[in-house]
Structure formats: C-alpha cells, structure tokens
C-alpha cells in the first residue's frame, strides 16, 4: 500500500507560481511512475503531468509545456509540481497518483494510488 499526502496548494495571483509537494509512504515509491491530474468543479479529473522511475523521463500535456516542471527526489519519497506563470484556467484540485507498472500514462484508470488532492486558486 502507498499512501500519498499532496500539500503547496492556495491562492495566487495571475502569473504567479506555486510548488506542490506529494510525500508518499513506502519503501517501493522509487520504483513508481508518478503524476498529476487536476480536477475543476464540475469536470472530469484531468492529466497534467508524469515522470517515470528515474526522473529521467517525463511528459506533459500541452496546455502546460512551459510552465508547469515535474521533479521528483526518491530520497524524500516526494515528488513535486513546479507551477509557473499561473492561468486563472489552471485553477482546480491537484492530485498526485502513484502507478505501480512502467510507463508515462494519461489515464486515470493506469494509477494505483492517489492522494487526497489539494486546491489550486488563482485569481485574475
């Protein structure tokens, strides 16, 4: 089992940046894919981001490249969310979710694990 706590979420002006942060319980976290879905009100919950392993590998959806950097450090057991220039459209509840086999995956339905999420606010 993986339990995953998300935290770095609030208000923020346009064009401001946040870092989130997603500590995971486990001794098998480095050997996970991680990402990050978001969910607005009202909305499907949405890929954002993923990395693999390593770190070595990572993809983003495309309303995001530029802006948004996902790292992660195997000895924290911690993978983190880098928001930069932030869209009043980028605001949602963030998850980070923990998937088991290889791969970066979009899909909700390719994670494992998920935590509890934290709200993104930013305002125009």
């Known amino acids: 089992q993986v339990q995953l706590v998300e935290s770095g979420g609030g208000l923020v002006q346009a064009g401001g940046s946040l870092r989130l942060s997603c500590a995971a319980s486990?001794?098998?976290?480095?050997?996970?894919?991680m990402g990050w879905f978001r969910q607005a009100p009202g909305k499907e919950r949405q890929f954002v981001c993923a990395?693999?392993?390593?770190?070595?590998?990572?993809y983003y959806t495309d309303s995001v490249k530029g802006r948004f950097v996902i790292s992660r450090d195997n000895a924290k057991n911690t993978v983190y969310l880098q928001m930069n220039s932030l869209k009043p459209e980028d605001a949602a509840a963030y998850f980070c979710?923990?998937?088991?086999?290889?791969?970066?995956?979009?899909?909700?339905?390719?994670?494992?694990?998920w935590g509890q999420g934290t709200q993104v606010t930013v305002s125009s």
């Open positions: 979710a923990a998937r088991v086999s290889s791969g970066l995956k979009t899909d909700v339905r390719e994670y494992n694990y």
């Open positions: 990395i693999d392993w390593s770190g070595g590998s990572r």
């Open positions: 486990g001794s098998s976290f480095s050997s996970y894919a």
